[in-house]
């Protein structure tokens, strides 16, 4: 075992050439940020609970918020090919 300075000029012990104090901090933060998403995760539960317990269509609700991650262009164009393809049925 060796020390080193790691990237950020920490010292870090080295074990196997792994610098032990680096690969600790990295899995750590990756730790961290499940356990927020795992909250948010909760948190957005419990909005659809409640905006269910309200009347709304959780499913259409959904669908709206992937909508508008999508390119304004791509959904219009989407929209219109389902269009003409319910016409085209006699929809």
């Known amino acids: 075992m ?4 790691d990237m950020t ?13 680096r690969l600790r ?4 933060r990756v730790e961290r940020l499940e356990e927020e998403r795992k909250a948010l995760s909760s948190d957005i539960k419990d909005i659809f609970a ?8 959780v499913p259409t609700i959904k669908q709206i918020i992937k909508i508008r991650k999508q390119d304004p262009a ?14 085209a049925l006699g929809m």
């Open 9 to 21: 000029g920490h010292n870090s012990e080295n074990v196997g050439g792994i610098a032990a104090d």
């Open 2 to 5: 060796t020390n080193a300075t």
């Open 25 to 28: 901090s990295v899995i750590e």
């Open 50 to 57: 409640e905006s269910k317990s309200a009347g709304f269509d």
């Open 74 to 87: 791509k959904v219009e164009e989407a929209e219109t090919i389902l269009d003409t393809y319910r016409r």
